[in-house]
């Protein structure tokens, strides 16, 4: 990439040079736009480190300081997104699709471990071997970032609820570069914020989710396939 993405930008610092994408990069247009629009930013930072994300939002931050005004910044997970939102001309997108590992932390009790990055298909994936599900959108595409800050409605919504319901903690980098764990103790109100706020409270780069467990059907009758319910919710 050049290295002078903008002129009147403060320099990108090292760390980010080797995540950086700019309009001369061949993964620019891959990753220039989101399910419904196409973006033309100057630089796309694709995340491969929850420190990569910190390092992103504070140089945001020092350039939003020497060019005193606001440039568009966008966070990109899934990049299902169906607004501009995820996207932007002229500024930078901050796309995490690489942190994207679900990890079951305690099979018994049901807690998961979901980097933003992960996409639901690969969730359902992960969580197959362990007869868990979480309840969540009806496209392996979209991605958790945006669907589990957004709300989550899917076919398992009547019965479970929304995709927020679930989510027991996340972690997120705020405005200032900081990483907050948060749940219905520890920061509260950013809690309720980032359940339904998609991104005005800072990128979500990892949550933990209570799934809900399928039990095995008994029938008095031999079929060729195993019919699975979930367990009732306590
Ligand atoms: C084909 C298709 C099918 C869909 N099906 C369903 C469905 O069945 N159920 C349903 O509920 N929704 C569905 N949606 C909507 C989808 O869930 C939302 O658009 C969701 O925001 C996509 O998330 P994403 O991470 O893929 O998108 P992105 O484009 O990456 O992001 C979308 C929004 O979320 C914000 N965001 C992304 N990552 C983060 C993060 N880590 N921290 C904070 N904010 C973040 C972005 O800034 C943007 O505002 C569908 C969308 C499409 C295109």
Not at 32 to 59: H, M, W
Not at 134 to 139: C, E, K, L, R, Y
Not at 189 to 198: A, K, M, P
Request: proline content about 3%; overall charge negative; aromatic content about 6%.
């Amino acid at each position: 990439m050049n290295n002078d993405v903008n002129a009147t930008w403060p320099k990108l610092p090292v760390a980010l040079k080797k995540i950086a994408i700019d309009p001369t990069s061949d993964d620019y247009e891959l990753m220039c736009s989101n399910y419904f629009v196409t973006g033309r930013p100057k630089l796309i930072l694709r995340a491969t480190t929850e420190r990569d994300v910190i390092a992103s939002i504070q140089y945001v931050k020092k350039i939003r300081e020497s060019v005193s005004h606001s440039i568009p910044f966008s966070f990109r997970s899934g990049g299902h997104g169906i607004s501009m939102a995820s996207v932007n001309d002229d500024g930078i997108i901050l796309d995490i699709s690489q942190l994207n590992s679900v990890t079951v932390t305690d099979a018994e009790q049901g807690l998961v471990q979901i980097q933003a990055g992960a996409v639901w298909g690969d969730v359902a994936e992960a969580l197959r071997p362990f007869n868990l599900i979480i309840s969540s959108g009806d496209f392996g595409d979209t991605g958790v970032g945006g669907l589990a800050t957004g709300g989550g409605i899917g076919s398992l919504v009547r019965r479970l609820g929304l995709t927020i319901d679930h989510i027991v903690s996340a972690r997120l980098v705020t405005a200032d570069g900081e990483i907050r764990v948060t749940d219905h103790q520890k920061y509260p109100d950013l809690f309720w914020g980032i359940r339904g706020g998609n991104s005005q409270l800072g990128m979500v780069t990892a949550f933990t989710f209570k799934a809900s467990k399928l039990v095995e059907e008994k029938s008095d009758i031999s079929l060729p396939f195993t019919v699975q319910t979930i367990e009732s919710q306590t």
